[in-house]
Nanobody, 125 residues
Framework: EVQLQASGGGLMQAGGSLRLSCAAS????????IGWFRQAPGKERDGLSC????????LYADSVKGRFTVASDNAKNTVYLQMNSLKPEDTAVYYC??????????????????WGQGTQVTVSS
């Protein structure tokens, strides 16, 4: 059974940093695309980034490029999303998702076959 467990969310002041984790099990982790999405209250879910675990290549949305960094530790079957210079508009539930093979894009939800349960990030001004 494929499982994705997102964690690391919390309450942070603007300008601070958080690191989210996505722990995966039940599939071939070293040949997968792991995407990060977020959904703010009353808004649609938006794609943020994707990492291909086979070679570490990454894709980012313009809204987070330069502030967020995604990395993979294949030995731990875990992907991390380092979020720096947080803004109140980063407040959302953050989800990780997975599909087999390399990243095709970071924004198209239907590309991903498996989803984690989400972790709340709240950034205060």
């Amino acid at each position: 059974e494929v499982q994705l467990q997102a964690s690391g969310g919390g309450l942070m002041q603007a300008g601070g940093s958080l690191r989210l984790s996505c722990a995966a099990s039940g599939f071939t982790f070293d040949d997968a695309a792991i995407g990060w999405f977020r959904q703010a209250p009353g808004k649609e879910r938006d794609g943020l980034s994707c990492i291909s675990t086979s070679d570490g290549s990454t894709l980012y949305a313009d809204s987070v490029k330069g502030r967020f960094t995604v990395a993979s530790d294949n030995a731990k079957n875990t992907v991390y999303l380092q979020m720096n210079s947080l803004k109140p508009e980063d407040t959302a539930v953050y989800y990780c998702a997975a599909e087999y093979g390399p990243c095709r894009d970071y924004y198209y939800e239907d590309d991903y076959d498996y989803w984690g349960q989400g972790t709340q990030v709240t950034v205060s001004s």
